[in-house]
């Protein structure tokens, strides 16, 4: 499963079904063109929990070139202007609380959130970082002991 590429973009707020369904139907128009080198790429996406948007590459078919990867930053950047959204801030945590909640904060409260207990090592965090779709399954949605963000704060580079 490594050979399908993944790209996850995380949005700054949580989108509204209107735009979700927006979002849907711009992302079928962009995959059903998405070429690299002249090749159409086999490609899917979804969009989780109205914050995550994810798309796909099966790489054994065609490669996702440089080109046709700019092409899909470039569309990403072009729907974050017309939603007012931002799916480029990489100063942004989502994780879900005892209840089931999705909640969205910004990094540097992250030591704060620990402290008050509101995060504990067992509260799962979502890592946006993901590069393949084995990654994506195994390390998408992690506890918060077993995140890059726990070695963050562990290191001092997170205040608390």
């Known amino acids: 499963m490594d050979h399908i590429r993944v790209w996850v973009y995380q949005a700054n707020r949580k989108l ?12 079928k128009l962009f995959i059903d063109q998405w070429k690299a080198h002249g090749q159409d790429l086999q490609a899917g996406f979804e969009i989780l929990h109205n914050s995550f948007v994810v798309l796909k590459v099966d790489q054994q078919k065609a ?10 930053v470039n569309f990403m950047k072009d729907l974050q202007a017309r939603l007012g ?5 990489r ?11 999705l909640n969205l904060i910004k990094l540097d409260e992250l ?13 799962f965090i979502f890592n946006p970082l993901v590069q393949n779709l084995s990654e994506y399954q195994s390390q998408f949605k992690i506890p918060f002991r077993d995140s890059w963000h726990k070695n963050l704060l562990k290191q001092g580079m997170i205040p608390t």
Request: with cysteine.
């Open 16 to 27: 509204t079904n209107d735009e979700v369904q927006f979002l849907e139907q711009e992302l």
């Open 63 to 72: 490669q996702a070139s440089g080109c046709s990867v700019d092409a899909s």
């Open 91 to 101: 100063q942004m945590v989502n994780y879900e609380d005892a209840n089931g909640t």
């Open 85 to 89: 959204v931002d799916f480029f801030d």
């Open 111 to 123: 030591g704060t959130k620990v402290d008050a207990g509101e995060i504990t090592d067992d509260t």
